[in-house]
């Protein structure tokens, strides 16, 4: 079968840490994403890109692709002597058939990650259809209001006389309500495949899952962001140009702030049933790369003058 380079997908290193992985699954989801983009094959990346998250932000599963890289050599995926298939499949709360089926991942991943197996009902008897699952991306600017969304997905065809149907692609406008958060189940009832034997649709349940963000960590309704100073503008005060998820704000930092303190910005958080969550602006002074000699006296001034010894506590 063919290999999939997961780490090419998203153009990383091997050696990359999971910042650097959801950093690059975030700009290549919004510039591949098949509601906005304008790129050729765009659906068919977005596809790959998504998949390769999936397997690199989970730890066992990239563990385990990490010791399977080695049996891909050019494009072509050749099993180790003994291998199996790891088969551990997902599946929906209501219906332990369900799994990944709903989403078009490759023969690769279905291989190692998603191993598939159906049971059919007697002949004759009516069966309803099973639910199936499928995870909606969502950027955390799209949390703040309510927004519509096209979803394309693809259904096993119908069982008839006993056998499998060819599949069915379905396109569906879908209400996202502000304030989802990660792991929200959105169902579409009588949206999921066919029934056997005259049984009913089963339902067709969304699962949200929040985008990571380049520049905003979540903690709960709250956002945190890193707020990069200058010595002296941590010493003396400044007013500096903040990002928020509507735009760039300005924020006055006191004087004397001190690495590691939050700095609150009311009201621009995210939205939840409590109301909006509040962004937080975490101090970080960083230093100038390098200084000429003229600054380097003027830190030496500053050093004898302050007379400051910041190991004060260990003596």
């Avoid at 997961?6 to 994403?33: F, M, N, Q, W």
């Avoid at 396109?171 to 996202?176: A, G, N, P, R, S």
Wanted: net charge neutral.
């Amino acid at each position: 079968m063919d290999f999939k380079d997961y780490y090419a997908a998203l153009g990383v290193e091997p050696s990359a840490d999971i910042k650097t992985i959801k950093t690059a699954y975030r700009r290549l989801a919004r510039k591949y994403h098949p509601d906005v983009s304008t790129e050729a094959n765009a659906e068919s990346k977005f596809k790959d890109v998504a998949e390769a998250y999936e397997v690199l932000k989970d730890t066992a599963r990239r563990a385990e692709y990490d010791d399977l890289r080695k049996y891909g050599h050019g494009g072509r995926f050749e099993a180790p002597p003994g291998w199996q298939p790891g088969g551990r499949t997902r599946t929906s709360s209501s219906d332990a058939g369900a799994g990944f089926q709903d989403r078009d991942y490759s023969d690769f991943f279905e291989s190692v990650f998603g191993a598939r197996t159906q049971g059919g009902p007697r002949a004759g008897t009516p069966r309803r259809g099973q639910d199936v699952e499928i995870e909606v991306p969502v950027f955390l600017e799209e949390t703040l209001a309510d927004h519509q969304r096209t979803i394309n997905y693809h259904l096993a065809g119908p069982v008839e006389q006993g056998r499998q149907g060819a599949p069915v692609s379905k396109t569906l406008k879908v209400k996202i309500n502000a304030g989802v958060t990660d792991g929200d189940r959105i169902r579409v009832k009588g949206q999921g495949p066919a029934g056997v034997n005259g049984g009913a649709h089963g339902d067709l349940y969304l699962i949200i899952r929040i985008a990571p963000h380049p520049l905003f960590d979540l903690d709960g309704a709250n956002l945190l962001v890193t707020l990069p100073l200058a010595p002296w503008e941590a010493a003396l005060g400044a007013k500096v140009t903040v990002p928020t998820l509507t735009g760039k704000i300005t924020l006055s930092v006191p004087a004397n702030s001190q690495p590691g303190q939050q700095l609150r910005i009311k009201g621009k958080g995210l939205v939840s049933k409590q109301g909006t969550g509040d962004l937080y602006a975490l101090i970080k002074v960083v230093m100038p790369p390098q200084f000429d000699e003229q600054a380097r006296e003027l830190w030496t001034q500053l050093a004898m003058h302050c007379a400051f010894n910041p190991r004060a506590e260990w003596e």
